[in-house]
């Protein structure tokens, strides 16, 4: 057994049963967040209060976790709480399985309306890719988003679409990969690279994303949003400082 499956094994059982935070999740390169990226979100915490919008999908509302305290919405909410002890932490998502980016879009200005979040976190592409939409106008969706979230006065922070090496094998991944990181790269928006930390993880036997079997699956699902919600936490802790 590898060093990063051992990390895995251990994380994946305690998560198992209760929401514990998963344990140094390795990472090739540490995803870091400019201060000057995150003005809304620094602004909210010097006022105590805190409300993040987490946009998305089936990942988002996280199915294959079986809870709804182990998505990585619930587990980013647990971090920054821990994290901002003083503050007032709300994690609030915004997600429906299998909509197109381009449906999100319609409903947006209501979302950011009612909930009012200094910062938008959005993984678009996912449902894209297995349709095979086309890249510019999936490109120009991910660009009207930026501006709905920019004239909300929030901050944003994107993410790439999920990798599992059964589905890059179906599915031509890299293209919306790429265009969510050229559209963040273009308008400034800080990207964390949500398909290239699942391949490394599943490349260095870290998680089995392809496992089958019922129990294994919750717990590398547990331990992929605890992941994704340390990373994501410990770089808006950083950015905010």
């Known amino acids: 057994m590898t060093k990063w499956a051992s990390l895995a094994l251990l994380a994946s059982l305690t998560v198992m049963n209760r929401p514990a935070f998963a344990e140094g999740c390795p990472v090739p390169d540490p995803f870091t967040i400019s201060p000057n990226d995150l003005p809304a979100t620094k602004a909210a915490l010097a006022k105590g209060t805190l409300t ?18 182990f998505t990585y919405p619930a587990r980013l909410e647990a971090r920054l709480r821990e994290a901002f002890p003083k503050v007032t932490v709300t994690v609030a998502m915004r997600a429906v399985a299998r909509e197109s980016d381009a449906a999100l879009l319609t409903s947006l200005e209501t979302s950011l309306a009612s ?90 036997d870290f998680l089995d994303l392809d496992a089958t079997n019922a129990d294994a699956r ?24």
């Open 52 to 69: 993040v919008l987490a946009l998305g999908g089936a990942s988002t509302l996280g199915g294959p976790a079986k809870g709804a305290r």
């Open 115 to 204: 909930v009012k979040p200094a910062l938008v976190v959005w993984g678009p592409g996912g449902s894209a890719a297995a349709r095979g939409d086309d890249l510019d106008t999936f490109l120009s969706t991910i660009n009207e988003v930026i501006g709905q979230v920019r004239v909300a006065d929030a901050d944003l922070i994107l993410m790439t679409l999920q990798y599992a090496p059964s589905v890059s094998r179906l599915v031509n991944l890299g293209p919306y990969r790429m265009a969510v990181l050229r559209g963040g790269n273009d308008a400034g928006v800080p990207v964390l690279d949500r398909y290239e930390l699942m391949r490394f993880w599943s490349d260095n």
């Open 218 to 241: 919750i717990r590398v699902s547990r331990t992929l949003y605890d992941c994704m919600a340390e990373i994501l936490a410990n770089a808006i802790v950083d950015a905010t400082k």
